[in-house]
């Protein structure tokens, strides 16, 4: 006979030795943390795996969407990449507007950041301020710019108060892709501002306060201290930032339509063009393959610089 406590139930085998129930604190546990991951996991596998998995079956093939033609051509929409005497060109032109948005939108995030974090009267005014373009509608704001920047918009008749003559800004080779850069910048500089702040509100002030007492002027105390403590919020704005530099489409879209000639055609865009306006759907998923392995790269380089620069990291 087995003693029991009042209200426990014992499982016994014919020789009365007790048995462990199935259903454990320990696997009941582990069934709630797979069934609150099952959603994102379920989302994960629809919307992520299986599309970019059928984007890579697209590119081994031409898919004539009007002839209902879908025929396999192996690896020959990647040999067409390397034929491409555009793709040059757009690469230039990704190149040059990630850099651009990645370098303008980090410091101008971070100079905002360190201003507003000033205790001063007002502060919480001008946050609003400038995080309020990161809700405004995409499409919205880049139509309002587009009428800003046009050759009679309201950019060149501010200039034309104090004696400039503004050129056409959005035709330009030069300023057509400053323009897009700068309309992007001031759509999304708010967000990085947020997450430099709060990460400088999480700066010790005890450090600051010993280094100044030590001599350190402000330049230095920023160098040495500031940006350490904030580094993991680099790495984060900074990865956001480059990936979503290669992912804009519709202000290039709005404004310059790639124009004028290549110089504003970024990869996201002509993949667009190759697949939606020359229905060129197989080329167009091999350029997609392209942006991806190009995302998946500088991803994993940023993630594997971080331990040089990176504070608290091992």
Request: glycine share 8%; charged share 10%; proline share 4%.
């Amino acid at each position: 006979m087995v003693d029991q406590a009042p209200g426990r139930s014992v499982t016994t085998t014919g020789d009365d030795a007790p048995r462990r129930p199935f259903w454990t604190h320990r696997r009941r546990d582990q069934l709630s943390g797979y069934l609150f991951i099952a959603p994102q996991l379920v989302g994960s596998v629809l919307f992520v795996l299986i599309p970019l998995g059928l984007v890579v079956w697209y590119s081994m093939h031409e898919w004539n969407v009007l002839a209902g033609e879908f025929n396999y051509t192996g690896g020959d929409n990647y040999r067409r990449l390397l034929d491409d005497a555009n793709l040059p060109a757009v690469l230039k032109s990704t190149i040059f507007f990630s850099i651009g948005l990645v370098a303008l939108n980090l410091c101008l995030a971070l100079f905002l950041a360190v201003l507003l974090n000033v205790k001063l009267r007002g502060t919480t005014v001008f946050r609003a301020v400038f995080f309020s373009p990161v809700v405004v509608s995409l499409v919205a704001w880049t139509i309002v710019w587009g009428f800003l920047l046009q050759a009679d918009g309201g950019i060149n008749a501010v200039l034309r108060l104090v004696g400039i003559h503004g050129p056409n800004w959005l035709r330009g080779d030069a300023t057509a892709m400053l323009s897009v850069i700068v309309v992007q910048v001031f759509k999304n500089v708010g967000l990085n501002m947020v997450l430099f702040l709060a990460a400088l509100q999480g700066v010790p002030r005890e450090l600051h306060e010993a280094a100044r007492v030590d001599g350190a002027g402000a330049w230095a105390r920023f160098r040495r201290i500031t940006l350490p403590m904030i580094s993991p919020t680099v790495l984060l704005t900074s990865v956001i930032t480059v990936v979503g530099s290669l992912q804009v489409f519709a202000q290039i879209a709005v404004l310059t339509q790639g124009g004028p000639g290549l110089s504003t055609t970024v990869l996201v865009y002509y993949l667009y063009q190759q697949a939606f306006q020359f229905h060129h759907f197989g080329y167009g998923a091999a350029l997609a393959v392209l942006l991806f392995a190009i995302v998946l790269a500088l991803t994993v380089f940023q993630w594997q610089v971080r331990k040089r620069w990176v504070f608290h990291e091992q």
